[in-house]
C-alpha cells in the first residue's frame, strides 16, 4: 500500500515535471512568451517584430548546429552549466499550481525559489567557466544584481507567505488577495525586470558594452539550451506571480487559461518597462533595490509579527 | 510621461520597418548593387584599383580582360562609379536580392580587348619654304 502511494506520488511528479505544466507545456509557453516581449518592445519601437514562430526557429536552428569542442574538465563544467539551467527551470515549472488541487507539499514555495534562482547562478558559473573576459564582467554584474534583487523578492515572498501563514504555493493560489499581498505582488513585479535581465537592468548581458555577457563564449545547441533555460525562467517567474494575483474558479480547463492569459499580461507589463526604460548603471541598480528592500523588508516584518501575536 | 505616451501611440500605429521579404522603397541615388556594361567598359581597370573592399577583381590580358564583382564584399561605397569614366558602371536603385548560397550574386564578364582607334591625324602644318626651293604646288606667290 506504501509502495503503491510512493509511485502514484513519484509517477504524478515527474508527470507534473516532463508534460504538464512541466516540458511539454512549459516549452511552448517560453517560446510564446519570449515573442511577446520581443513583439511588444518592437510595436512600441515602431518596428515589426519578429513572427510567431521566430524563437522555435531559433532554437531549431542553434540546435542544428554542431556541438562546440571543449577539452578538459573546464570545458565539461561549462557545458554542464546550460543543462542544469534548464533542469531547474523545468522544475520550477513543475511546481506551479496551474490546476487546482494539483497536489504539492509544505515549503514547496522554498523549493520553487531555489529552483528559480539556479538559472541566474549557473549563469554566473558560466561566465567565469569560460574566461572570457567579457562573460567574467557579465557574471560579475549578475551576481551583484542577484543578490539585490533577491533581498527584495524573497522579502516580499515571506511577507506573502507568512500572511497566509503557508509556504505551500497552492495554499497560497487559493487563498483571497490581501493589500499586503498586492504590495508583494507589486515588488515581486519589480524584481522579474532584474530576474529576466530586462531594461532597465539588462547589464549583465549588455550587448553594446559585453557582448551577450556571460553567455559570450557559448554557441549552438548550448546556446540554445541557455535560450530555452531563459524562457522557462520567464515562464516560472510570471507564473509564480500568476498564480498568487489569479485564483482558482471555475471548471478545470478555465485555469490553465487564466494562466496563460494572466503570464501574458505580464509579460506585456514587464515589456512596456523595458521599452521606457534605458539600462541603468550597476551602482545605480543596485541603490535602486537596496531602497525597495527596505520598505518591503519593513512590510515582512511586521506582516511575521502580525501572525506571532506580538502586534 | 511623455516616453509612456508615445509608446502607446506607437504600439497603435503602423510600423516603419517591413516584414521579409518584402523591401523598403529606396529614394533616388540609391547604392544597390553595381552593375556592368560591357560594351562601354575600355578595361582600365581604375574601378578595380578604386575597390578598397576587393569587391571588384580585374584581370588583363592581351586578347581579352576579366571584370568580376562580389557583392558579398561590396561595401556600396560607390568609389569606382566615381572613377568609371567610360561611364560602364552604374548602381541599381533597389534593395540587394536576398541569397542563400555563397557567392550566389558574383558575377564575372570576359570582355575582348579591342583595338584601340587611331586618334585622328591632325593636318599637317605646311613646311616653311626654303630660300631656293620651288613652292609647292598652288601656293601662293
Same mark, same amino acid.
Given at each position: 500500500?506504501?509502495?503503491?502511494?510512493? $509511485?502514484?506520488?513519484?509517477?504524478?511528479?515527474?508527470?507534473?515535471? $516532463?508534460?504538464?505544466?512541466?516540458?511539454?507545456? %512549459?516549452?511552448?509557453?517560453?517560446?510564446?512568451?519570449?515573442?511577446?516581449?520581443?513583439?511588444?518592445?518592437?510595436?512600441?519601437?515602431?518596428?515589426?517584430?519578429?513572427?510567431?514562430?521566430?524563437?522555435? /526557429?531559433?532554437?531549431?536552428?542553434?540546435?542544428?548546429?554542431?556541438?562546440?569542442?571543449?577539452?578538459?574538465?573546464?570545458?565539461?563544467?561549462?557545458?554542464?552549466?546550460?543543462?542544469?539551467?534548464?533542469?531547474?527551470?523545468?522544475?520550477?515549472?513543475?511546481?506551479?499550481?496551474? @490546476?487546482? +488541487?494539483?497536489?504539492?507539499?509544505?515549503?514547496?514555495?522554498?523549493?520553487?525559489?531555489?529552483?528559480?534562482?539556479?538559472?541566474?547562478?549557473?549563469?554566473?558559473?558560466?561566465?567565469?567557466?569560460?574566461?572570457?573576459?567579457?562573460? *567574467?564582467?557579465?557574471?560579475?554584474?549578475?551576481?551583484?544584481?542577484?543578490?539585490? /534583487?533577491?533581498?527584495?523578492? @524573497?522579502?516580499?515572498?515571506?511577507?506573502? %507567505? %507568512?500572511?497566509?501563514?503557508?509556504?505551500?504555493?497552492?495554499?497560497?493560489?487559493?487563498?483571497?488577495?490581501?493589500? @499586503?499581498?498586492?504590495?508583494?505582488?507589486?515588488?515581486?513585479?519589480?524584481?522579474?525586470?532584474?530576474?529576466?535581465?530586462? +531594461?532597465?537592468?539588462?547589464?549583465? +548581458?549588455?550587448?553594446?558594452?559585453?557582448?551577450?555577457?556571460?553567455?559570450?563564449?557559448?554557441?549552438?545547441?548550448?546556446?540554445?539550451?541557455? *535560450?530555452?533555460?531563459?524562457?522557462?525562467?520567464?515562464?516560472? %517567474?510570471?507564473?509564480?506571480?500568476a498564480t498568487l494575483v489569479v485564483p482558482h474558479f471555475g471548471p478545470a480547463w478555465l485555469p490553465p487559461l487564466l494562466f496563460v492569459a494572466a503570464i501574458a499580461i505580464i509579460v506585456l507589463l514587464l515589456a512596456f518597462v523595458a521599452a521606457a526604460t534605458a539600462r541603468l548603471a550597476i551602482d545605480t541598480s543596485v541603490r535602486f533595490y537596496s531602497r525597495c528592500a527596505l520598505v518591503f523588508a519593513a512590510i515582512a516584518l511586521v506582516s511575521a509579527l502580525w501572525i506571532g501575536g506580538k502586534l | 510621461m511623455n516616453t509612456l505616451l508615445l509608446l502607446i501611440k506607437n504600439l497603435f500605429s503602423r510600423p516603419v520597418t517591413v516584414r521579409f521579404p518584402a523591401a523598403p522603397p529606396v529614394r533616388s541615388g540609391y547604392r544597390g548593387l553595381v552593375e556592368y556594361d560591357a560594351t562601354k567598359c575600355t578595361g582600365c581597370g581604375m574601378c578595380a584599383f578604386r575597390c578598397t573592399s576587393r569587391a571588384i577583381v580585374f584581370r588583363s590580358g592581351k586578347t581579352d580582360f576579366k571584370w568580376s564583382y562580389d557583392p558579398a564584399q561590396c561595401t556600396f561605397c560607390a568609389r569606382c562609379i566615381d572613377g568609371c569614366e567610360a561611364g560602364a558602371l552604374t548602381m541599381a536603385a533597389e534593395c540587394p536580392p536576398v541569397y542563400l548560397a555563397a557567392g550566389a550574386l558574383k558575377r564575372a564578364y570576359v570582355t575582348p580587348r579591342q583595338r584601340p582607334t587611331p586618334p585622328a591625324q591632325p593636318a599637317a602644318p605646311a613646311a616653311p619654304a626654303l630660300p631656293g626651293t620651288a613652292p609647292a604646288p598652288g601656293e601662293a606667290k
Open positions: 500500500m506504501t509502495q503503491t502511494i510512493a $509511485l502514484s506520488a513519484s509517477t504524478d511528479a515527474l508527470l507534473r515535471l $516532463l508534460v504538464f505544466p512541466g516540458l511539454l507545456f %512549459a516549452v511552448p509557453c517560453a517560446w510564446f512568451l519570449v515573442w511577446l516581449e520581443r513583439k511588444a518592445v518592437a510595436r512600441m519601437q515602431q518596428r515589426i517584430g519578429p513572427p510567431f514562430m521566430q524563437p522555435f /526557429y531559433d532554437f531549431v536552428k542553434l540546435m542544428s548546429k554542431a556541438w562546440p569542442r571543449r577539452e578538459g574538465l573546464s570545458g565539461a563544467i561549462m557545458s554542464f552549466w546550460p543543462l542544469l539551467a534548464v533542469a531547474s527551470a523545468a522544475g520550477a515549472v513543475g511546481l506551479l499550481p496551474v @490546476l487546482p +488541487n494539483s497536489g504539492g507539499f509544505a515549503g514547496d514555495l522554498i523549493l520553487l525559489l531555489a529552483l528559480l534562482e539556479m538559472p541566474s547562478m549557473c549563469l554566473v558559473a558560466a561566465g567565469f567557466s569560460s574566461r572570457s573576459v567579457f562573460a *567574467e564582467i557579465g557574471s560579475v554584474r549578475e551576481a551583484i544584481l542577484s543578490v539585490s /534583487y533577491n533581498v527584495v523578492f @524573497l522579502l516580499a515572498l515571506v511577507s506573502i %507567505a %507568512a500572511s497566509q501563514h503557508s509556504f505551500r504555493i497552492e495554499a497560497l493560489a487559493q487563498s483571497s488577495a490581501s493589500p @499586503l499581498r498586492w504590495l508583494g505582488v507589486a515588488a515581486i513585479l519589480v524584481c522579474l525586470s532584474g530576474k529576466l535581465h530586462l +531594461n532597465p537592468f539588462s547589464l549583465s +548581458n549588455a550587448e553594446q558594452e559585453i557582448y551577450a555577457g556571460p553567455l559570450t563564449e557559448y554557441m549552438g545547441p548550448e546556446l540554445a539550451l541557455w *535560450e530555452l533555460a531563459h524562457g522557462l525562467e520567464w515562464v516560472a %517567474a510570471t507564473g509564480l506571480v | -
